[in-house]
């Protein structure tokens, strides 16, 4: 019998009740990180006798609070952009457009087509746009 591999979480991100549920449990483990610093910091002036083994724990939990954050971040940042309707390509259509009216009416037009580019009369378009 094989073992299933377990679903991609990078798919998973995609999915705005998975990151939710990420979050919440990410800033569980924050927290009990958080304590369990404070708790090294005090034991180094409590038990100045363990100070190798309590900077060393300090050093690790440090490393491990800075991934959590920088996941935390990155969970934030997604559900924002979620929110908001910006993807990558989006954002910069936003920026470009004069007016968010413009960029909300320019999202909603479907990509276009190499086969509408090659209908085009351009001859007929350079005319209309010179028109005064």
Same mark, same amino acid.
């Given at each position: 019998?094989?073992?299933?591999?377990?679903?991609?979480?990078?798919?998973?991100? &995609? +999915?705005?009740?998975?990151?939710?549920?990420?979050?919440?449990? $990410?800033?569980?483990? /924050?927290? #009990?990180?958080?304590? %369990? @610093?404070?708790?090294?910091?005090?034991?180094?002036?409590?038990?100045? &006798? +363990?100070?190798?083994?309590?900077?060393?724990?300090?050093?690790? $939990?440090?490393?491990? /609070?800075? #991934?959590?954050?920088? %996941? @935390?971040?990155?969970?934030?940042?997604?559900?924002?952009?979620?929110?908001?309707?910006?993807?990558?390509?989006?954002?910069?259509?936003?920026?470009?457009?004069?007016?968010?009216?413009?960029?909300?009416?320019? @999202?909603?037009?479907?990509?276009?087509?190499?086969?509408?580019?090659?209908?085009?009369?351009?001859?007929?378009?350079?005319?209309?746009?010179?028109?005064?």
């Amino acid at each position: 019998m094989q073992d299933q591999k377990p679903p991609s979480p990078q798919g998973q991100l &995609q +999915d705005p009740e998975f990151r939710a549920a990420m979050l919440t449990k $990410l800033e569980g483990l /924050l927290a #009990v990180l958080e304590i %369990a @610093r404070n708790k090294a910091d005090d034991g180094l002036t409590t038990r100045p &006798q +363990d100070s190798v083994r309590l900077t060393r724990l300090q050093d690790n $939990l440090d490393k491990t /609070l800075q #991934v959590c954050r920088q %996941a @935390r971040r990155m969970l934030i940042r997604l559900n924002r952009a979620e929110e908001s309707y910006f993807d990558e390509f989006g954002y910069r259509q936003f920026i470009e457009s004069a007016s968010f009216h413009e960029f909300v009416k320019m @999202r909603s037009n479907d990509p276009i087509e190499q086969e509408e580019i090659r209908e085009v009369d351009l001859e007929h378009l350079c005319q209309v746009l010179t028109e005064d």
